[in-house]
């Protein structure tokens, strides 16, 4: 949901590319609206000249989205105006965090980025990524749909989901679930207003999506899906600089 860690006020002018003039509006919404001012006046090049930090979040929308995928505007309370339905969530920018390709695709797209950072001594992979897919669209793309990875920073766990974040009915379970608890045995929520029958393949507790990670796991482990004696986990985690972790 965030253009991170290039800088950003929440609010993007994006110029229209399809031969008109004008421009739309997307807006990044509020608990995920994070901005590292992260190197604003640095020059990268790009398929065209170069581009300023500055400019990131704006071109890649520009050439990634259109007026159509941008979030709604809500009320101050998180609600939409009465008798309007919530739009289906989009994920327009590049998390560094998720990823998958073959082999000879991500060496090429590492190789890029390799390159990159001997040109410019930029070493932030968030940043590295979309850089180097903007310059070669080709090298990859953006899971906008969510149809393998589930962004949690920024997540409003009542309004992007059929069902609630691990609120206790997360899961909907078939006839199968209390014979041998296991992931087929169960459904998880499409994205509110998907047109697809897919889910998201993996949930990615990123930024301060790891404010629902420990209520997942217990619920995961409730029924079963988690082994209660052999789960161990430990990371660090970089957002509050201290280790974490789920012990058996």
């Known amino acids: 949901l965030n253009c991170w860690p290039f ?6 002018r994006v110029p229209r590319r399809d031969g008109t003039n004008g421009s739309w509006l997307h807006r990044i919404p509020w608990d995920a609206a994070l901005s590292a001012a992260y190197h604003n006046t640095w020059r990268y ?3 065209k000249g170069e581009i300023s930090g500055d400019e990131v979040c ?6 990634n989205s259109d007026a159509s995928e941008a979030p709604e505007k809500r009320r101050a309370d998180g609600l939409l105006r009465a008798g309007k339905k919530p739009k289906r969530r989009r994920f327009p920018f590049v998390c560094a965090g998720t990823f998958i390709g073959r082999v000879n695709s991500l060496r090429r797209l590492l190789r890029e980025m390799f390159r990159l950072y001997r040109t410019t001594s930029e070493y932030h992979d968030q940043a590295l990524i979309p850089l180097v897919l903007l310059r070669f669209p080709d090298l990859g793309f953006v899971d906008k749909d969510a149809q393998l990875f589930l ?5 409003d766990e ?3 989901l059929e069902r609630p974040l691990c609120r206790g009915s997360y899961f909907a379970a078939s006839g199968s ?9 169960f459904t998880a929520p499409r994205l509110l207003g998907s047109l697809r029958s897919d889910v998201p393949k ?20 409730k029924l079963g899906l988690l082994d209660q004696n052999d ?3 430990d990371f660090f985690d970089v957002d509050r600089n201290a280790w974490n972790g789920a012990k058996k």
């Open 45 to 47: 090049p790009a398929r």
């Open 177 to 185: 679930a209390q014979e041998s608890p296991s992931f087929q045995a």
């Open 151 to 155: 962004g949690l920073h920024g997540h």
């Open 7 to 12: 800088p950003h006020n929440a609010r993007l």
């Open 231 to 233: 789960m161990e986990c």
């Open 58 to 63: 704006r071109e890649w929308l520009a050439e």
């Open 158 to 160: 009542f309004w992007d």
């Open 202 to 221: 993996l949930l990615h507790f990123n930024g301060n999506g790891k404010r629902h990670m420990w209520r997942c796991v217990e619920e995961f482990r």
